[in-house]
């Protein structure tokens, strides 16, 4: 089992920054592949950023440059910088991860995120 708890949302204006946090408790060292995913006001959930258990990114098309996903040593938490944001970032993000041989997901409670234009 794996728990996941996300922190560092919050309402900003549109170019300002900020970092979200991923922090896994449980049997952590099953875990896999962790990832950033958000869902806008009415829409689906869409991948953000994956971070493998070397540390190493990968980004969807709406990462669009600005994002960085990174994952602290021993890879129980990461976190996603989040640069130049845009009224379009304006989301619930959840923090996921693939655990164990059958890979099971496993999701945050999400961290609310607004940008004001």
């Known amino acids: 089992q794996v728990q996941l708890m996300e922190s560092g949302g919050g309402l900003v204006q549109a170019g300002m920054s900020l970092t979200l946090s991923c922090e896994a408790y449980g049997n952590i060292y099953a875990i896999h592949d962790m990832a950033w995913y958000r869902q806008p006001p009415g829409k689906q959930r869409d991948l953000v950023a994956t971070?493998?258990?070397?540390?190493?990114?990968s980004y969807a098309d709406n990462a669009e440059g600005r994002f960085t996903v990174s994952r602290a040593t021993g890879r129980d938490t990461i976190y996603l910088q989040m640069n130049n944001l845009k009224p379009e970032d304006t989301a619930v993000y959840y923090c996921n991860a693939v655990v164990g041989a059958t890979s099971l997901d496993y999701w945050g409670q999400g961290t609310r995120v607004t940008v004001l234009s």
């Open positions: 971070i493998d258990r070397d540390g190493i990114p």
